[in-house]
């Protein structure tokens, strides 16, 4: 009788044991990457005090990629994102951060001011990242794919002045996170160096044309004409 009790307490520990036997037995989680923009390490441009400044009043991330875990695209149809590689905060401030810093470090600008700054400007620019995602498909090689879209708005009407969309397909050495987010910088240096410039140039124009509109036109008003007998 006593066998029969001492056999039925090994069976009652051997079953609380298995299942922390069986924890032990999985595959450790693979660790978790966090992974932000680099910073502009471009030297600036001096061209003079008649750089413009700029102010972004947005930047903004469209919904299928504003996540914080990395996008890759598995096939034509099909994206998945990726629980173990991040952007250390939402992509939306990183880019904002990075491309103010880009545009900065351009020598174009007197100065880049973000929204509700006491700046004053004729205008005001809008950006939005269109694509922002890891090109993993079968049969290509890996790429780093982003795209910019860039409005130029003149102030206060709202009238749109100048677009365009840049898109940068990077290629990379290998299918990971690390090398995907090099190729992202990559390609985001590289569109602000393209836009950079047209920016520049636009908002240099539309200050220009605003001065000359609030010059006086130099015509003396009419004289009122004499009252009716």
Not at 61 to 81: K, L, S
Not at 109 to 120: C, H, K
Not at 188 to 202: H, M
Request: overall charge positive; proline content about 9%.
């Amino acid at each position: 009788m006593i066998g029969g009790k001492d056999a039925c307490r090994r069976f009652f520990f051997l079953a609380l044991c298995l299942p922390l036997f069986g924890c032990v037995s999985r595959p450790t989680r693979l660790p978790s990457e966090t992974f932000d923009f680099a910073p502009s390490t471009g030297s600036s441009v001096k061209e003079g005090d008649s750089r413009p400044a700029i102010v972004l009043r947005s930047v903004r991330v469209v919904a299928a990629f504003a996540g914080e875990d990395f996008v890759y695209r598995a096939t034509d149809y099909r994206y998945e994102r990726d629980p173990y590689a991040h952007f250390l905060s939402s992509p939306e401030l990183l880019i904002r951060t990075a491309v103010s810093d880009n545009l900065q470090a351009s020598g174009l600008f007197q100065t880049v001011a973000g929204a509700g700054s006491a700046i004053l400007t004729h205008t005001f620019a809008e950006i939005s990242v269109r694509q922002l995602y890891g090109d993993f498909r079968p049969g290509r090689p890996p790429a780093a794919v982003i795209a910019l879209r860039f409005l130029l708005i003149e102030s206060p009407r709202g009238t749109p002045l100048w677009e365009r969309t840049i898109v940068r397909r990077v290629p990379i050495g290998e299918r990971s996170a690390s090398a995907l987010m090099l190729g992202w910088n990559t390609g985001l240096r590289q569109i602000l160096a393209e836009a950079a410039p047209l920016l520049a140039k636009q908002i240099r124009e539309a200050d220009q044309a605003a001065e000359q509109a609030a010059k006086p036109t130099g015509h003396k008003p009419a004289p009122p004409s004499p009252p009716k007998s």
